[in-house]
């Protein structure tokens, strides 16, 4: 018993030591590299998610773009905080007219054959 008892510690007294020449040569490196692997793993999600954020931003900003462009003649008119505290009914004024009209046409263009054909009414 005495002897794989000698043989454990003999074992770890050569990695404790072995360990200890390596923080002793090294220095503060070891920890910063400790510090820098951690700050990697916090980092490495957000990052991965922020890279996936940016590039949704890009493409809804293009098509934002696009509906801005469409509603241009329209009276859609997009009103600050401050000016609905004040003025509610300008929320009216955000409705997009043509985008409003094209979906008001096509709902009533797929209900009614399907009331047609589904015999509801």
């Given at each position: 018993m005495l002897k794989?008892?000698?043989e454990k510690c003999s074992k770890s007294?050569?990695?404790?030591?072995?360990m200890l020449i390596v923080i002793l040569v090294a220095g503060p490196e070891?920890?910063?590299s400790m510090e820098l692997m951690a700050l990697v793993e916090l980092l490495g999600a957000s990052t991965f998610?922020?890279?996936?954020?940016?590039?949704?931003?890009?493409f809804f900003a293009n098509?934002?773009?696009?509906?801005?462009?469409?509603?241009?003649?329209?009276i859609l008119f997009i009103p600050t905080l401050e000016s609905l505290k004040q003025m509610p009914?300008?929320?009216?004024?955000a409705i997009p007219e043509?985008?409003?009209s094209i979906l008001f046409i096509g709902f009533v263009t797929l209900t009614m054959p399907l009331i047609y054909l589904l015999k509801i009414v």
């Open positions: 794989r008892l000698k007294v050569w990695k404790t030591l072995a070891v920890m910063i998610v922020l890279l996936y954020v940016a590039g949704v931003k890009v098509v934002v773009n696009k509906f801005k462009t469409f509603e241009s003649y329209s009914f300008l929320t009216l004024h043509r985008s409003t």
